[in-house]
């Protein structure tokens, strides 16, 4: 039986929105709000991997657990690496589920949507996507894309190719990639030792990465993009959603 833990991991530096992780949103942290929603979905403990004491200590205010982290980490993959060794040397998990830090209204269906996707075949990634219904999104490079084959059960895509463009051409759905992940915990560890590929460095796509080194990566349908907090617009959406919730 495998379980599962979800790890978030919470850069303090931002280029377009600084200290993002403490930001204030309806009297609490934002990292509060990500950490509650990841306790919301049930899927295993909660542990935030930060490169920030303040953040360590909002969180604990909170109630939660953190780990303390290199502040030079490339990307959140490598940083709940770091945490995970520190936190489960006895590899008690075997399911590690990636977070995003910046996702505050974040619906905790999702969250186990990632681990359906990943069970369901024998991924060794689990992700999520919803299709595109706006017509200026299916050009946007920032809207990434998902390229996938469905599999015999419905509601879980194979994954062939992430893109920036649009694709697949003809008629059809396209879908908007949202960048949660679960992780088999030996499927993280060869991620992290993988060298930038070729197609990644050019896309600016991580999860390309795991392609191009031939990992299986299955995902789930759903029927919400998260709001992701990138800039102080953002920042006031999220405000605006989570004060009326």
């Given at each position: 039986m495998t379980k599962s833990i979800v790890?978030?991991?919470?850069?303090?530096?931002?280029?377009?929105?600084?200290?993002?992780?403490?930001a204030e949103i309806a009297g609490e942290p934002m990292i509060v709000h990500v950490w509650r929603r990841a306790i919301e979905a049930q899927c295993g403990p909660v542990l935030v991997a930060t490169d920030s004491p303040a953040v360590q200590d909002a969180v604990a205010s909170a109630g939660g657990e953190s780990v303390l982290t290199r502040?030079?980490?490339?990307?959140g993959s490598d940083r709940i690496h770091e945490a995970l060794q520190e936190a489960?040397?006895?590899?008690?998990?075997?399911?590690?589920i990636n977070l995003q830090g910046d996702l505050p209204?974040?619906?905790?269906?999702?969250?186990?949507?990632?681990?359906?996707?990943?069970?369901?075949?024998?991924a060794d990634i689990g992700t999520i996507a919803a299709e595109i219904v706006r017509a200026e999104e299916r050009a946007n490079p920032n809207v990434v894309k998902v390229v996938g084959t469905p599999l015999a059960r419905g509601g879980i895509l194979n994954a062939l190719y992430?893109?920036?463009?649009?694709?697949?051409?003809?008629?059809?759905?396209?879908?908007?990639?949202?960048?949660?992940?679960?992780?088999?915990?030996?499927?993280?560890?060869?991620?992290?030792?993988?060298?930038?590929s070729p197609l990644e460095t050019r896309e600016k796509l991580e999860q390309l990465r795991a392609l191009e080194a031939g990992m299986r990566?299955?995902?789930?349908?759903?029927?919400?993009?998260?709001?992701?907090?990138?800039?102080?617009?953002?920042?006031?959406?999220?405000?605006e959603i989570l004060e009326t919730y």
């Open positions: 790890v978030i991991p919470a850069r303090l530096a931002a280029t377009r929105l600084p200290d993002k992780p403490l502040i030079d980490h490339a990307s489960d040397p006895d590899r008690t998990f075997d399911v590690v209204t974040l619906e905790p269906a999702l969250v186990r949507k990632c681990v359906e996707a990943l069970e369901e075949g024998g992430f893109t920036r463009a649009t694709a697949p051409y003809g008629e059809g759905p396209l879908y908007h990639h949202i960048g949660l992940y679960a992780y088999r915990r030996a499927a993280l560890e060869c991620f992290v030792g993988l060298r930038p990566l299955h995902v789930g349908l759903v029927d919400t993009v998260p709001l992701g907090v990138d800039t102080p617009a953002d920042l006031t959406r999220a405000r």
